[in-house]
């Protein structure tokens, strides 16, 4: 695994033994993120990575000069990994990772982001929920987004999955066996 883009572009990096979580890969990243250069200027953005699992779409953001990065991971270990590897990459005061559980986290966060990421694993249950725990988010007990106006949600998934007929869904990308779906 590596950063693909920006100031620590081609830096590699080496998730332990054990570690079991998918990254999202290089090829998918590139394409996600050309993608993105086009229409963000990332060093103005608040994102919010969940399911960070390795953290690498935090690092990329991150080197890209983007300074407000919610990075989100249950797994203990997996959290870990992230947190020493922001401190290994000086990525401490761009990045805030949290332990926690994603849809608690949901739940309860009144932060709005201008981008989203969501890399959930492939079978976990309620994947097919989140574009509307996004957009329909219950903050002060009014009806919310988590986006800002303008923003975008990004949802990777496997192709057994189609977010056609959300009313927020903009388009779906596919690089080789990765689904990115575009919400906004």
């Known amino acids: 695994m590596r950063i693909i883009g920006g100031e620590l572009r081609g830096k590699q ?49 991150a080197s890209r ?26 990525f401490n005061k761009s990045i805030r990772p949290l332990h926690q559980n994603v849809f608690d986290f949901l739940n309860i966060c009144k932060i709005d982001f201008d981008c989203i990421f969501a890399d959930p694993p492939y079978s976990i249950k309620g994947l097919d929920t989140l574009p509307d725990r996004i957009f329909n988010n219950q903050k002060n007990n009014n009806l919310t ?29 596919k690089y080789g066996n990765v689904h990115f779906s575009f919400f906004a």
Request: net charge negative.
């Open 13 to 61: 990096i080496f998730p332990p033994s054990g570690f079991n979580a998918r990254p999202t890969t290089d090829f998918a990243k590139e394409g996600l993120f050309n993608t993105l250069s086009n229409q963000c200027d990332f060093e103005n953005l608040r994102v919010l990575d969940l399911f960070s699992g390795t953290g690498s779409i935090s690092y990329e953001f």
């Open 65 to 90: 000069g983007c300074t407000d990065i919610y990075s989100i991971e249950m797994s203990p270990l997996h959290f870990n990994f992230i947190r020493k590897t922001i401190k290994e990459l000086n």
């Open 145 to 173: 987004c988590l986006l800002k106006k303008g923003g975008i949600f990004i949802l990777e998934h496997p192709d057994s999955y189609s977010f056609i007929d959300n009313p927020h869904f903009i388009k779906e990308k």
